[in-house]
């Protein structure tokens, strides 16, 4: 059915209510691309089977991530008039047991994460009232990992259906839509955008209501408003579940963006290693179409307009505006110097706006609840939630939405749980290649655009990598380095040159011939390729390297005057020994040892060559007895050659 | 790839943007590779120079110009995946494979294919799935957690049978 009044909308969201709050057991199994590597497809499949032997009359569902990755597969089940439980860790092995409590209208509470009583999908005019009870429970925001967060841009995501436009109508989705296209002049919009303070959620925080006010300027009968979902930061997965968990979001934002702006045509731009993202904007596009929601006329108005994918084809600098431009255009994805800018000259030289997918999932919201409500959250100037991926070396992983100025401590602790290792915490890192290291004593920093900045960091699109202890600073700058270096497009000189020659530095000091002088030269060279280099991938590349001399200087120093890795990562630095009390004389390591170092045999110690071994590492990974030890700059005594070991040990 | 398949995804972009890399996925898609007489069939069919072609097949990762084996395993060599010890996955299963480390293809990219032709292993930048890092890829599945003596027996999932 075409949707043309608000009638029609009405109509469309009391089906989907239906759906969300079935008069029977409702069981949705979280299938996010996390979710189903965990294995939550097998369990939904499970389930499936399950509810069928037993004949239980319920609604199986699926639905996105609720953002606590390190939990999944979740499941989530609603009994009539009752809260919404989510249950975690749901193994296949467990399916008939919930099934068989789910029949007699009870809870696997072993399973038992967290309630919802009711959820505010900010889209509704009240929020969703499911029903209260289960007082041994806790709500979903009394866990620690869900604390500190407020959830605007991931407000629908493991809760509906990201397959089903109904269920999306029915928390109120394409009422903002609605609201702009019928009762709001693209001034208006525009306005609200301003009033709101939104800055672009890809890194650089422009102010989205001013960029969209320089497109909306330009005299054209053809623009196009594109969303950068060219997600490539390693480390950084926000953009995916936003797309997987509620693509009708980001198509509705745009839809309100092209209306403001006079854009007729969309393009969504996703990276090829996101399948399950494809599919399903594709899916919710075509839904949209069949509802008249995408196409001529929509909701009856002189406003027409389409959106088409386009699949990426790996190529990180294609999240940079002008190279994304030409990779549409079929071209290889280099960038162009700017001015002119995309809102003057575009995709085929028209007027073009970019937004990234988190901008765009802002949109309905500051449209239904105005500018004004959006920028009450978060602090001044950096208004609204960020969603970060927190993950690395921390307790619990997955997707974290905070209000703006949020500090960092209270992200990687309250929310992640501290280390996963036992091993103090030492840095955080922000922003992807483009970003650095923040060390751990500045972690009551608010985490916002400016204050990111000021520690030689960047908000970047919303990566935050834990690092402990065992993480070596110097190799992660090198680590950066050669993402840049690969990626770097070869146009201009700085960028091309220059991070292959820190590469080189980097490497020679991993490698324990670095010298006093190279760090100078590093210095220097950063400096110049940050300020000569044509686009954002070069000015910020040299990032890494400028945060981590600032604030883990020592550790440089160590592998270059001592030659010792403080976290025993750089393999020329590192030296494996057999701790002759622990050995057993098993032979398994011997015959593991890729390059013959090892000298042993059945009941005798084994001892490792210095000089044959290349510091793999797999002895320490197949000795049964925990007997090999890794060391930077330091020696255990050995015997020469293998002797028995002492009987009665 | 026959020339009915070929008009069939050409046919699919009836519009510029898009167009060429649409195309060229879509044929790595079925094929594993952009095999040259495809190549040379689009170019001859849309009008555009080979040479363009085989820049955007050597500029995007994401394309490859050899055959690859029956199963490809991808290393995410992500950020969360590197503090967690990717490298050392990467290696593992070159090691248990059989392929010396640190070769490349001659186009430069990593692509690394067993003698049998029933492996290729290859990296990706990130794929997303940061919260399970180090985590690898076979044919599309993704497995988490993983650890030298967990991609032994996901090795062996794909018919491998050890090595030495």
Same mark, same amino acid.
């Given at each position: 059915?075409?949707?043309?009044?608000?009638?029609?909308?009405? $109509?469309?969201?009391?089906?989907?209510?239906?759906?969300?709050?079935?008069?029977?057991?409702?069981?949705?199994?979280?299938?996010?691309?996390?979710?189903?590597?965990?294995?939550?497809?097998?369990?939904?499949?499970?389930?499936?089977?399950?509810?069928?032997?037993?004949?239980?009359?319920?609604?199986?569902?699926?639905?996105?991530?609720?953002?606590?990755?390190?939990?999944?597969?979740?499941?989530?089940?609603?009994?009539?008039?009752?809260?919404?439980?989510?249950?975690?860790?749901?193994?296949?092995?467990?399916?008939?047991?919930?099934?068989?409590?789910?029949?007699?209208?009870?809870?696997?509470?072993?399973?038992?994460?967290?309630?919802?009583?009711?959820?505010?999908?900010?889209?509704?005019?009240?929020?969703?009232?499911?029903?209260?009870?289960?007082?041994?429970?806790?709500?979903?925001?009394?866990?620690?990992?869900?604390?500190?967060?407020?959830?605007?841009?991931?407000?629908?995501?493991?809760?509906?259906?990201?397959?089903?436009?109904?269920?999306?109508?029915?928390?109120?989705?394409?009422?903002?839509?609605?609201?702009?296209?019928?009762?709001?002049?693209?001034?208006?919009?525009?306005?609200?955008?301003?009033?709101?303070?939104?800055?672009?959620?890809?890194?650089?925080?422009?102010?989205?209501?001013?960029?969209?006010?320089?497109?909306?300027?330009?005299?054209?009968?053809?623009?196009?408003?594109?969303?950068?979902?060219?997600?490539?930061?390693?480390?950084?997965?926000?953009?995916?579940?936003?797309?997987?968990?509620?693509?009708?979001?980001?198509?509705?934002?745009?839809?309100?963006?092209?209306?403001?702006?006079?854009?007729?045509?969309?393009?969504?731009?996703?990276?090829?290693?996101?399948?399950?993202?494809?599919?399903?904007?594709?899916?919710?596009?075509?839904?949209?179409?069949?509802?008249?929601?995408?196409?001529?006329?929509?909701?009856?108005?002189?406003?027409?307009?389409?959106?088409?994918?386009?699949?990426?084809?790996?190529?990180?600098?294609?999240?940079?505006?002008?190279?994304?431009?030409?990779?549409?255009?079929?071209?290889?994805?280099?960038?162009?110097?700017?001015?002119?800018?995309?809102?003057?000259?575009?995709?085929?030289?028209?007027?073009?706006?970019?937004?990234?997918?988190?901008?765009?999932?802002?949109?309905?919201?500051?449209?239904?609840?105005?500018?004004?409500?959006?920028?009450?959250?978060?602090?001044?100037?950096?208004?609204?939630?960020?969603?970060?991926?927190?993950?690395?070396?921390?307790?619990?992983?997955?997707?974290?939405?905070?209000?703006?100025?949020?500090?960092?401590?209270?992200?990687?602790?309250?929310?992640?749980?501290?280390?996963?290792?036992?091993?103090?915490?030492?840095?955080?890192?922000?922003?992807?290649?483009?970003?650095?290291?923040?060390?751990?004593?500045?972690?009551?920093?608010?985490?916002?655009?400016?204050?990111?900045?000021?520690?030689?960091?960047?908000?970047?699109?919303?990566?935050?990598?834990?690092?402990?202890?065992?993480?070596?600073?110097?190799?992660?700058?090198?680590?950066?380095?050669?993402?840049?270096?690969?990626?770097?497009?070869?146009?201009?000189?700085?960028?091309?040159?220059?991070?292959?020659?820190?590469?080189?530095?980097?490497?020679?000091?991993?490698?324990?011939?670095?010298?006093?002088?190279?760090?100078?030269?590093?210095?220097?060279?950063?400096?110049?390729?940050?300020?000569?280099?044509?686009?954002?991938?070069?000015?910020?590349?040299? $990032?890494?390297?400028?945060?981590?001399?600032?604030?883990?200087?020592?550790?440089?120093?160590?592998?270059?005057?001592?030659?010792?890795?403080?976290?025993?990562?750089?393999?020329?630095?590192?030296?494996?020994?057999?701790?002759?009390?622990?050995?057993?004389?098993?032979?398994?390591?011997?015959?593991?040892?890729?390059?013959?170092?090892?000298?042993?045999?059945?009941?005798?110690?084994?001892?490792?060559?210095?000089?044959?071994?290349?510091?793999?590492?797999?002895?320490?990974?197949?000795?049964?007895?925990?007997?090999?030890?890794?060391?930077?700059?330091?020696?255990?005594?050995?015997?020469?050659?293998?002797?028995?070991?002492?009987?009665?040990? | 790839?026959?020339?009915?398949?070929?008009?069939?995804?050409?046919?699919?972009?009836?519009?510029?943007?898009?167009?060429?890399?649409? &195309?060229?996925?879509? &044929?790595?898609?079925?094929?594993?590779?952009?095999?040259?007489?495809?190549?040379?069939?689009?170019?001859?069919?849309? !009008?555009?120079?080979?040479?363009?072609?085989?820049?955007?097949?050597?500029?995007?990762?994401?394309? !490859?110009?050899?055959?690859?084996?029956?199963?490809? &395993?991808?290393?995410?060599?992500?950020?969360?995946?590197?503090?967690?010890?990717?490298?050392?996955?990467?290696?593992?299963?070159?090691?248990?494979?059989?392929?010396?480390?640190?070769?490349?293809?001659?186009?430069?990219?990593?692509?690394?294919?067993?003698?049998?032709?029933?492996?290729?292993?290859?990296?990706?930048?990130?794929?997303?799935?940061?919260?399970?890092?180090?985590?690898?890829?076979?044919?599309?599945?993704?497995?988490?957690?993983?650890?030298?003596?967990?991609?032994?027996? &996901?090795?062996?999932?794909?018919?491998?049978?050890?090595?030495?």
């Amino acid at each position: 059915m075409k949707i043309r009044r608000f009638e029609d909308l009405e $109509n469309v969201r009391k089906a989907g209510i239906k759906k969300l709050l079935p008069d029977k057991p409702r069981v949705a199994v979280g299938l996010a691309t996390c979710g189903i590597a965990a294995g939550g497809q097998d369990v939904y499949e499970a389930l499936e089977a399950a509810l069928k032997k037993k004949g239980v009359n319920a609604f199986l569902t699926k639905t996105g991530c609720f953002g606590i990755c390190s939990e999944e597969p979740l499941v989530n089940i609603v009994m009539p008039g009752k809260p919404l439980v989510i249950l975690h860790k749901v193994q296949k092995e467990e399916v008939d047991l919930i099934v068989e409590k789910v029949a007699k209208g009870e809870l696997p509470e072993e399973k038992v994460l967290c309630k919802i009583e009711e959820w505010d999908h900010l889209t509704l005019d009240k929020p969703l009232y499911y029903g209260r009870g289960y007082k041994n429970i806790p709500l979903w925001n009394e866990i620690s990992y869900f604390k500190p967060q407020k959830k605007v841009v991931l407000r629908n995501a493991g809760i509906i259906n990201p397959e089903d436009i109904e269920e999306y109508i029915a928390v109120g989705g394409y009422s903002a839509a609605y609201k702009a296209l019928t009762e709001m002049s693209p001034d208006e919009i525009v306005e609200e955008v301003k009033k709101s303070g939104l800055r672009g959620r890809g890194g650089a925080g422009f102010p989205t209501g001013l960029k969209w006010e320089f497109t909306k300027k330009e005299d054209s009968n053809i623009k196009y408003v594109i969303c950068n979902a060219d997600e490539g930061d390693p480390g950084a997965y926000m953009n995916r579940n936003e797309m997987e968990s509620d693509p009708h979001m980001i198509i509705e934002g745009m839809l309100i963006g092209a209306y403001a702006i006079g854009a007729t045509e969309g393009y969504i731009y996703v990276r090829a290693e996101y399948p399950l993202a494809i599919e399903r904007l594709k899916l919710a596009i075509k839904q949209a179409k069949e509802y008249g929601l995408l196409g001529k006329h929509i909701f009856g108005t002189g406003f027409s307009f389409d959106i088409r994918i386009v699949a990426g084809a790996g190529a990180f600098v294609c999240g940079e505006e002008t190279a994304l431009i030409a990779s549409i255009e079929g071209k290889p994805g280099r960038p162009r110097p700017r001015p002119p800018f995309p809102a003057q000259k575009g995709l085929w030289g028209k007027p073009t706006n970019i937004n990234n997918v988190e901008t765009w999932c802002n949109i309905a919201p500051i449209i239904k609840k105005g500018g004004e409500w959006f920028s009450r959250i978060g602090v001044e100037k950096n208004t609204g939630t960020k969603v970060f991926s927190l993950v690395g070396k921390v307790k619990r992983t997955g997707l974290v939405e905070v209000p703006l100025g949020t500090p960092i401590r209270e992200i990687v602790y309250t929310a992640g749980g501290g280390s996963a290792t036992g091993k103090k915490v030492k840095a955080v890192q922000t922003g992807g290649p483009s970003g650095g290291c923040i060390p751990e004593n500045l972690f009551d920093l608010p985490v916002d655009y400016d204050h990111l900045a000021s520690a030689g960091s960047i908000m970047g699109s919303g990566g935050m990598v834990v690092m402990d202890e065992d993480t070596c600073m110097v190799d992660t700058a090198r680590y950066f380095l050669g993402f840049t270096l690969d990626e770097s497009c070869g146009k201009c000189v700085p960028c091309r040159e220059g991070t292959k020659r820190m590469y080189d530095i980097l490497e020679k000091i991993t490698k324990g011939q670095g010298t006093e002088e190279d760090l100078l030269t590093l210095e220097e060279l950063a400096e110049t390729v940050k300020a000569t280099s044509l686009c954002g991938l070069g000015q910020t590349a040299p $990032n890494p390297v400028i945060s981590t001399i600032r604030y883990f200087k020592d550790e440089y120093t160590k592998h270059i005057k001592d030659k010792v890795c403080p976290a025993r990562v750089c393999r020329a630095l590192i030296d494996y020994f057999i701790v002759p009390d622990k050995c057993r004389g098993c032979t398994i390591c011997m015959k593991s040892c890729p390059v013959d170092a090892i000298d042993g045999g059945p009941g005798l110690i084994h001892i490792i060559d210095q000089t044959k071994c290349i510091a793999c590492g797999t002895c320490m990974d197949v000795c049964p007895f925990d007997a090999v030890i890794k060391l930077s700059g330091e020696k255990i005594e050995t015997p020469d050659k293998p002797i028995p070991i002492k009987k009665g040990r | 790839m026959d020339e009915e398949k070929l008009e069939e995804i050409i046919s699919k972009y009836d519009i510029e943007s898009g167009k060429l890399l649409g &195309i060229l996925e879509d &044929i790595q898609r079925v094929e594993g590779y952009l095999p040259k007489d495809s190549l040379i069939y689009v170019s001859k069919r849309l !009008n555009v120079p080979l040479s363009r072609l085989y820049s955007l097949a050597t500029f995007y990762s994401f394309f !490859n110009l050899q055959p690859v084996g029956k199963h490809i &395993i991808t290393v995410c060599m992500g950020t969360a995946c590197h503090v967690k010890g990717a490298p050392h996955i990467l290696e593992t299963i070159e090691g248990l494979l059989g392929i010396s480390p640190g070769e490349t293809t001659p186009d430069g990219k990593f692509m690394l294919t067993t003698s049998d032709r029933q492996f290729t292993v290859n990296t990706a930048r990130c794929f997303g799935a940061c919260s399970m890092a180090p985590v690898i890829r076979v044919d599309g599945k993704i497995y988490g957690y993983n650890t030298p003596k967990k991609v032994a027996e &996901i090795l062996k999932e794909y018919g491998w049978r050890g090595s030495k």
